[in-house]
Structures are given as C-alpha cells and as structure tokens.
C-alpha cells in the first residue's frame, strides 16, 4: 500500500480536492443535498485522473529512472511496484475517472463538463508521453490544474451567477502559477540536465549545481503573476460587490493586501532557495507551493462565501502535512 501512496504522491491529493472545492464552490453558491452528491463524484473523478497521471508519469520515465541517482528508488525502478501492475492501475483510474467524469456530464446535461473532462485528460498524456522534455511543458501542467478546476465549476455553471471574466481570470491565475512551480521543479534536476560543476564541490563534499541562468528567476515571476491575475478579480468588477463577501465589497483593497501577502511568501521562500544555488534544496520549495494552493484555494472561496467554508479547505492542510512527512509530494 505504501508504494502505490508513493506512485501516486498520496499527499498532493489534498491540493486536487482544495480545486474541487474552490471550482465548486465559486460556482454553486448555494449547494443543497443533490449539489453535494455531485460535490463528492467531481472529487473522485478528479482523484482518479490526478493518480492516473502520477502513475503514467512514472510508468513513462521507468527507464530513465532506474539510473538516476535519487529516482531510482521510486516504486517502478525499484521493483516495489512492476510495470505491468502500475499499467494496470493507470487504466484502471483512468477509466473510473471517464465513467464519473461522463455521468456528471450526463445527469446534469453539462456539455462544458465533457469539454473540461476533454482538456484534461488530453493534457495529463501530452505532458506525460510527448512534451514532458519541452520548454512548454510547464504550460501544460499549468492547463491540467486548469481544466480540473474547469470541471468543477462546469456542472452548477451558471453565466448568471459566475460571470465568463470571473472563471477565465481564476483559470488564467492557476494556469500561470503551476506553470511557474512546475518550471521552477525542473531545476531539482540539474545535474541531470546540465551536469554538475565539479570543481565547485563544497567542504561538506556535496556537490553544488551550475550557476542557475536567467530561467529560473522567470518561472518565479510567473508564479507571483498567476497570484497577480487573482488580485485583478474585485479591481475589474469580474464579480459584482452583490455577489461577493461583505469583508472584500466593502473594501476591495482588502483583497488585493491577502494576495499581496501571499505572494511575498511565497517569492520569498523562492527566491531564498534559488540563492542557495542547490537542487536538494528545490524540491521543499515545490512542495511548499503545492500545499500554498490549498491556502489559495481556501482565499478564492472567502471571496465568494462566508469564512466557514475556507476553515474547512485550510483543514485540508493538516493531512497534507502530516502524510508528507511519510512519503513524498513531487
């Protein structure tokens, strides 16, 4: 069981449901007993096609991994988990994920939920079987988060609620921060990628990894703009004061300083670590901002909600947390 927690990075599953909640949330404002049961299937449909694609992503780079320093001890390398088997389990999820994903689609007659489910999966194989080596292929991951969120949003869409400017700025701002985090993840593997500079070994004997390029510091900047084009949402009136929360209609500048704070955390952290000029210290950082979209998730909602149901999102952060310390999250 720990292997496949391990093949399917169990603890980021609590980022994908904060995204259902949000997606959901910013579109049913007033959820009743049925909205709820379909609350739970957008959940499990999104479940499912997250694990497909840590799976498939694994099953991808089997090869390549096994004579990576660190990889190398995933569960496909080595052997925890076969080829076959973790096959197995990817069609599985994928097909649970469809199934779900369709009779959504079908019981509450959302074309845009086949479309969202559509984008999805197309762009978890992209990314995992053609483009993952791509200077693009952050952009990509950017879109998976993307249409996920679309998909949770796309059964109670209602253009009379959620106007088509509010959706396309809260997609814009997640598609253009996980672009930037996946970015920014690529450089835990440097070495692998560029090489490592030997003669810059440092006293402990650990190797130290080139001076980072310009690169970096632009897929740092598209994080911080994803957060930007959510502080663009009361300054364009993409949701009417009546339609928000009285915390932030009274006082748009309110929102704009939680976003502000946000992302002076995160750029931060980011920045500091990108300083250290090491890849071990890279993947902490990802981590850390793959647990920042719950909080994100949580902020969208008070947006919109009354602060109960942000509490509940901020909650999902314990398990998160706690099963991170088990097993990893990138």
Not at 96 to 105: D, K
Not at 204 to 215: F, H, I, K, L
Request: hydrophobic share 55%.
């Amino acid at each position: 069981m720990r292997a496949f927690f391990r093949l399917v990075r169990f603890p980021a599953v609590f980022t994908v449901l904060a995204d259902c909640a949000m997606g959901f949330l910013f579109s049913c404002r007033t959820p009743g007993e049925k909205e709820w049961i379909a609350f739970a299937l957008i959940c499990a449909a999104s479940v499912c096609l997250y694990w497909f694609g840590m799976a498939f992503n694994d099953i991808v780079d089997a090869q390549r991994d096994s004579f990576h320093p660190v990889r190398c001890m995933r569960p496909i390398p080595s052997g925890q988990i076969s080829v076959a088997g973790a096959k197995r389990i990817a069609f599985i999820l994928l097909m649970t994920g469809i199934i779900l994903g369709i009779a959504l689609a079908w019981r509450f007659s959302a074309k845009l939920t086949i479309a969202a489910l559509a984008g999805l999966i197309s762009s978890i194989i992209l990314y995992d079987y053609a483009f993952k080596s791509r200077w693009f292929a952050p952009l990509i991951m950017g879109l998976c988060r993307a249409f996920n969120i679309l998909f949770a949003m796309s059964v109670f869409y209602n253009p009379e609620t959620v106007s088509g400017s509010a959706m396309a700025l809260v997609l814009t701002a997640y598609c253009v921060y996980i672009t930037g985090v996946t970015g920014f993840a690529r450089y835990e593997n440097i070495d692998e990628e560029n090489g490592w500079q030997s003669e810059e070994e440092s006293e402990s004997d650990e190797r130290v990894a080139p001076q980072a390029p310009w690169t970096p510091v632009a897929w740092l900047s598209a994080l911080v703009i994803g957060l930007g084009v959510l502080a663009l949402m009361p300054l364009a009136d993409a949701i009417p004061a009546e339609n928000q929360y009285p915390l932030f209609a009274q006082d748009p500048i309110r929102w704009r300083m939680l976003i502000g704070v946000l992302s002076l955390m995160l750029g931060f952290r980011a920045l500091q670590t990108l300083l250290l000029n090491n890849p071990r210290t890279i993947g902490p950082i990802v981590g850390y901002c793959l647990m920042t979209l719950i909080v994100l998730d949580a902020v969208v909602v008070c947006l919109v909600h009354n602060p109960t149901a942000s509490i509940c999102i901020v909650g999902l952060l314990i398990p998160a947390i706690v099963l991170n310390r088990i097993t990893y999250i990138t």
